[in-house]
């Protein structure tokens, strides 16, 4: 997952995958582009309650999604999603994060940068 950066492309990794996810020219076919990467940096040592993990990320997805696309998620076609460490990797110091957008079950090819899809 760390070597995903803003603007790269992908297909949904499901939950076994997660270590192994495959990069693609976002100029082929595609479920997900990333649009944020980041660290959470609001939580101890210690793993945190799942829900409050989720909110604390999907905060900053929502955030930074209308600056991505150029339209508010209220009025875009596509979704997002995130992916958040688990506690194995938590208690082995990831705190990394990364957010997604796509449309749903919807592939497409290109960007969707400034799309205002």
């Not at 998620?73 to 997604?100: H, K, T």
Request: charged share 25%; hydrophobic share 45%; net charge negative.
């Amino acid at each position: 997952m760390d070597d995903l950066v803003v603007g790269d492309c992908l297909n949904d990794p499901g939950v076994e995958d997660i270590f192994e996810i495959d990069i693609l020219d976002c100029a082929e076919t595609h479920q997900w582009e990333v649009f944020q990467t980041g660290e959470i940096t609001e939580f101890g040592a210690s793993y945190p309650a799942e829900t409050d993990l989720v909110l604390a990320v999907d905060k900053i997805c929502f955030a930074e999604f209308e600056p991505f696309v150029g339209l508010s998620y209220q009025e875009s076609v596509l979704i997002y999603d995130f992916l958040i460490p688990i506690e194995a990797s938590w208690e082995a110091g990831d705190r990394a994060f990364m957010c997604l957008i796509g449309q749903e079950a919807v592939t497409t090819r290109g960007s969707v940068r400034d799309s205002g899809l």
